[in-house]
Structures are given as structure tokens and as C-alpha cells.
């Protein structure tokens, strides 16, 4: 079995339906980080969309129809922002790990992205959501207001750790398996600013938010998030803020890799 191996703890632990789970940033997705996101979406007046791209002979049934893209896409009703689900198309990789969801955003209608930010599996819904809420109320999507300390201050409010050697810039759980920092990025978190996509004096590509948990040294990552240069930092506090967050989170599903280190409480 692989060590990210989800368990189903309704069938390996009885007639209990679900467990409070914590911390949250090594609770996992539940599996269900489609639906999770997709209903919120949803929920706020995003529009669905679903393209597919492929090809069908005349006489061929639809189960055997060769699919060969096939993205969803959900829209803000002002079309300056959308996320997509990748995993129903050819998703990249970051930190080994495909792309689940990649958001976008722009300053205007008939412009192109300003910033992405990227999901992988495992990442916990809940501080997804709460950054798609967090974008969805804000009238202009791509505006920075504030800098990059508040998402440090919202990581140090749940307890989070600074990095000694970059106070400024870098935050672990207390259990250093969770980590938060603005570093270079990889080239595939695309932002729309030509002067952050630049190489610095220093030799080093875009500078972003990255964030990631490593259960063990040297082990798969559970999860990776990344966020182009462009990303208002507050947005990203929000999502930071709901990672960290010592509220559990309700799960019936949990990741092999961090089963020890959970604290679960069965839901009465």
C-alpha cells in the first residue's frame, strides 16, 4: 500500500461515520476535494462549464467515445476570476503530485490571467473554500492591498512557527511537517506581471507562495499549493489561516502517511 494511501476509517473502525480530525493540515481531502469545491462554487453563482474535446465515429457508442481533453470550469458571474478542476484533463505535476485545482483571476474583461494559484490532492477543502470565498468577495481580483507579513501573522496566530533563518518570509507547524514560504516558484504557476516572471540578480525564477506537508524527511509529500507572485497576499492569509487553523475537521477518509500523527475524535 502507498503511504498516501487513503484509509476508510468508516469500515476499519467500526460503525462510527466520521471522526473529528486534527491538525487540519494533515487531515487530507476526505477525497472529496472535487465536490467540496465544485458545491461551493456553485453555491456562490459560479458558472459550470464542461468542455470536452475528443473525437466519436459515426456509428460509435458513447462509452467508447476516445476522449482525449476534457476540463471543467467554473466561472465568477463578473468572468474576472474562474477555477478548474485539472484532473479530468492532463494535469501537471508540482512536488510529484498532480494538479487538482488551478484559480485564476483578472483585472478586466478581455485581459488574460494576472495570477494562478495551484492545488494538488490532499490539500484540505476547507482552506481551499475559505480562499475561493475570500476571492469571490473581493470586487477586484488581481488588486494587491496589503503585504506579505499578513499571511506570516495569520500562520503565527494558530501557533505556526518563523523560520530562524527567514523570519520574513517562511512558517512551520510546531511539528515541522507543514511548511509555508515565499521562494521561487516553478515555472508552471504562470502570472500575468513580466517583471515577476523575470530572473532576479540572485539567479532565481518568479517568487511566490508555496506550501506543502512532508509527514516524514524524505518522504511523498501529502500535498502541495502554490501561488504566482501576483497573488493578493490576502488571499493567500485566507487560505493560510484555514490551513492552520486548530479547528478539526470533520473526515471519514484520512491519508495513510499521517495516521499517526492525527488526533480523532469519533463524531456522537
Do not use: K
Amino acid at each position: 500500500m502507498s503511504t498516501n494511501e487513503p484509509i476508510d476509517l468508516s469500515a476499519s473502525r467500526g460503525p462510527l461515520p466520521a471522526y473529528w480530525v486534527g491538525p487540519r493540515h494533515l487531515a487530507g481531502d476526505d477525497g472529496l476535494l472535487a465536490d467540496v469545491v465544485a458545491g461551493t462554487l456553485t453555491g456562490l453563482g459560479w458558472t459550470n462549464l464542461t468542455l470536452v474535446r475528443g473525437r466519436q465515429e459515426t456509428a460509435e457508442a458513447d462509452e467508447e467515445r476516445q476522449v482525449v481533453r476534457s476540463t471543467v470550469l467554473h466561472l465568477r458571474p463578473d468572468a474576472l476570476a474562474w477555477a478548474q478542476w485539472m484532473l479530468a484533463d492532463e494535469p501537471f505535476l508540482l512536488g510529484e503530485l498532480p494538479v487538482a485545482w488551478q484559480v485564476c483571476a483578472r483585472a478586466g474583461r478581455g485581459r488574460t490571467a494576472e495570477w494562478s494559484a495551484c492545488f494538488t490532492p490532499g490539500v484540505p477543502g476547507e482552506a481551499l473554500v475559505d480562499f475561493l470565498l475570500a476571492l469571490d468577495a473581493r470586487a477586484e481580483p488581481a488588486e494587491q492591498c496589503v503585504g506579505p507579513e499578513t499571511v506570516l501573522e495569520a500562520f503565527s496566530a494558530h501557533g505556526w512557527l518563523r523560520d530562524i533563518d527567514q523570519p520574513q518570509a517562511a512558517a512551520t507547524d510546531p511539528a515541522f511537517t507543514s511548511c509555508f514560504t515565499l521562494c521561487e516558484v516553478p515555472s508552471l504557476i504562470q502570472d500575468g506581471d513580466p517583471h515577476a516572471l523575470a530572473q532576479g540578480a540572485d539567479g532565481l525564477g518568479p517568487v511566490g507562495w508555496q506550501g506543502w506537508a512532508e509527514p516524514a524527511v524524505g518522504d511523498p509529500y501529502l500535498w502541495c499549493a502554490s501561488f504566482s507572485a501576483s497573488v493578493p497576499h490576502d488571499l493567500v492569509a485566507a487560505f493560510g489561516a484555514s490551513l492552520s487553523s486548530p479547528a478539526p475537521v470533520l473526515r471519514r477518509v484520512l491519508p495513510e502517511c499521517t495516521r499517526d500523527r492525527l488526533v480523532l475524535s469519533p463524531v456522537r
